[in-house]
T-cell receptor, first 114, second 110 residues
Framework: NAGVTQTPKFQVLKTGQSMTLQCAQD?????MSWYRQDPGMGLRLIHYSVGAGITDQGEVPNGYNVSRSTTEDFPLRLLSAAPSQTSVYFC?????????????FGEGSWLTVV | DAKTTQPTSMDCAEGRAANLPCNHSTISGNEYVYWYRQIHSQGPQYIIHGLKNNETNEMASLIITEDRKSSTLILPHATLRDTAVYYC???????????FGTGTRLQVFP
């Protein structure tokens, strides 16, 4: 199993550009989510999904869109990148909605907006 | 989700036990205590979780007080590779809403 796979690993964007961070998992997990981590800070939840076709907002959703058309994929879209979105982005997944399940994280996507 | 309080940093000698405390005084009955760690800027790594009872796995032990208001993560024989930021998280009926704090930076020294 590959686990949680994120692409790209590194990306530089100009202000105003759009892009999509890809996240895929091969563990048939219902739950998927996106976090961002700024330097010296903990992770903050952006958006999450409890299953295909269902998404919801986390702590810091502004400037980001998500969709969940399949169980495996959960892309994060930046519609108009801003320097404040420079961060490391982590995708995560877990088996089900019941508490007590382990969450698995990807290795991160480093995004710089200039 | 309940908030947690952890010390900002701790040191531990290699080979000794590392005991990382966490306060979660507002935890409710159905909320689990999770521990994750993050080495450098890698993705967080799951360590252990528990509800009421103490738990042990190949990585660590988790001791939860009887009133569940605090817990301690124990790395029995710390190595240099255990140097990382350790996050204590409390989460209830939606595991995907894990709310991370700033964690404890554990430095293991030779």
């Amino acid at each position: 199993n590959a686990g949680v796979t994120q692409t790209p690993k590194f990306q530089v964007l100009k202000t105003g550009q759009s892009m999509t961070l890809q996240c895929a998992q091969d563990m048939n997990h219902e739950y998927m989510s996106w976090y961002r981590q700024d330097p010296g800070m903990g992770l903050r939840l952006i958006h999450y999904s409890v299953g295909a076709g269902i998404t919801d907002q986390g702590e810091v959703p502004n400037g980001y869109n998500v969709s969940r058309s399949t169980t495996e994929d959960f892309p994060l879209r930046l519609l108009s990148a801003a320097p404040s979105q420079t961060s490391v982005y982590f995708c995560a997944s877990s088996y089900s909605s019941y508490s007590g399940n382990t969450i698995y994280f990807g290795e991160g996507s480093w995004l710089t907006v200039v | 989700d309940a908030k947690t309080t952890q010390p900002t940093s701790m040191d531990c000698a290699e080979g000794r036990a590392a005991n990382l405390p966490c306060n979660h005084s507002t935890i409710s009955g159905n909320e689990y205590v999770y521990w994750y760690r993050q080495i450098h800027s890698q993705g967080p790594q799951y360590i252990i979780h528990g509800l009421k009872n103490n738990e042990t796995n190949e990585m660590a032990s988790l001791i939860i007080t009887e009133d569940r208001k605090s817990s301690t993560l124990i790395l029995p024989h710390a190595t240099l590779r255990d140097t990382a930021v350790y996050y204590c998280i409390v989460s209830g009926d939606n595991t995907d809403k894990l709310i991370f704090g700033t964690g404890t930076r554990l430095q293991v020294f030779p």
